[in-house]
Structures are given as structure tokens and as C-alpha cells.
């Protein structure tokens, strides 16, 4: 019962954090830093460009400044992901998880699995911030999971037979 209870309470104060009114607070700490944007309305992230001028060589990694640093309410957090016009050339964005507390310059890590050097521009969009909720909820260690009919069980990749050579 107690378990139950705590369950009810953390997911009520998940919701709250959710639908309650929120805003993200953003600083300019460059002179060319952007606010991020959606190009459209319906777009689940938001763009954040680059300010710096960058060639990364075929096969490395390096890291670009955005000029700006987001923080969200607590009871969210954001992720950085990789926009797909720069995926299609090639160049990746690694994901990054983001917590609330954190609120330093927002830097993406830019890898260039390219035939050729890549040059990134101030200005260009590098990557996307996409906001989620931040879930409180209590762990619980077990011996044994319960059987469930249709679940995998201890089979992982490919066990549901969707996947075709």
C-alpha cells in the first residue's frame, strides 16, 4: 500500500510539472548567440545555431560553441540532437541529456563521418533542443519479474521478427 501511495504522489507531482504554465529562460552569452526556434509551429525541437567558425576533418570530433545557455524549471530537462540535413552530409551531433540545474554555454559535439573536412559557420544550425518531462518515480528490486504472456522474456534484438535483411 505504501508503495502504491508513493507512486500516486510522485506522478501527481510529475503531472503538475507538466501542465502547470512554464517558460524557459535564456542568455545570449556570445554577441551572435540566437535564441533557439522551430522553423514551424508543429516542429517538436528547436534550433540552436552555431557561433563559431569550425572544419572538422573527416573522422573527428570537436565541439561548438551556441553563444547562449538555457535553463529550464525543475520537473524537466532537454536533450541536444542532431538536425537531419546535417545527419544526411554526414555530420553527426551526439546526444547529450541535459538536467535543469545545468545552465553554462550549451556546446554540441559535431562528428564528421564524411567522405571529406566539414566547415561549420557562425550562424548555421547545428543542432536541436527537444524539452521533456523529468519523472520522480521509485525504484523497486525483485528476484524474479512477473510473467507476462507476448513479452519477449529474455529474447532482445530482432526476437519479434520485424526485422528483414
Known amino acids: 500500500m505504501k508503495y502504491f501511495l508513493l507512486s500516486c504522489l510522485y506522478s501527481l507531482k510529475r503531472i503538475w510539472a507538466i501542465i502547470k504554465p512554464t517558460r524557459i529562460r535564456w542568455a545570449r552569452l556570445h554577441p551572435e548567440g540566437k535564441q533557439p526556434f522551430r522553423a514551424y509551429p508543429t516542429d517538436s525541437g528547436f534550433d540552436v545555431h552555431a557561433v563559431e567558425e569550425l572544419s572538422i576533418p573527416k573522422g573527428a570530433h570537436l565541439n561548438c560553441g551556441t553563444g547562449i545557455a538555457v535553463e529550464v524549471e525543475s ?84 526476437s519479434s521478427g520485424g526485422y528483414q535483411k
Open 75 to 158: 520537473g524537466w530537462g532537454y536533450s541536444l540532437r542532431g538536425r537531419s540535413g546535417l545527419n544526411k552530409k554526414g555530420i553527426i551531433a551526439a546526444l547529450g541529456l541535459v538536467d535543469s540545474y545545468y545552465n553554462n554555454e550549451i556546446r554540441v559535439v559535431l562528428s564528421n563521418l564524411s567522405e571529406g573536412d566539414f566547415k561549420i559557420h557562425p550562424g548555421d544550425r547545428i543542432a536541436q533542443i527537444h524539452l521533456h518531462p523529468v519523472f520522480d518515480v521509485p525504484w523497486e528490486e525483485v528476484k524474479v519479474f512477473k510473467s507476462r504472456p507476448g513479452t519477449r522474456g529474455l529474447n532482445g534484438w530482432g
